[in-house]
């Protein structure tokens, strides 16, 4: 089962993650990391594991594992 990994430090809350997603799996959390931003966050297990959160992300902040 695919699993994605946010690294919060890097996210500046672009939200282009959550716009590309298919299955509508990552949302903006309400946590904020170091730099003031608000980072995104999984809200379910439906990743099919495509990792376009990954290859479109600017700043590097999600990796995706099959």
């Known amino acids: 089962m ?4 946010i690294i919060s430090e ?3 809350s672009c939200g282009y993650c959550i716009k590309f997603c298919p299955k ?6 309400k946590n904020v990391n170091s730099k003031g931003y608000e980072y995104v966050e999984v809200i379910n ?3 099919i594991g495509c990792a376009i959160c990954g290859r479109i ?3 590097g902040a999600i990796d995706v594992y099959k």
């Open 2 to 5: 695919p699993k994605i990994e």
């Open 10 to 12: 890097r996210c500046k």
């Open 24 to 29: 509508n799996v990552i949302a903006m959390g």
């Open 45 to 47: 297990e439906n990743c």
């Open 57 to 59: 992300c600017p700043d």
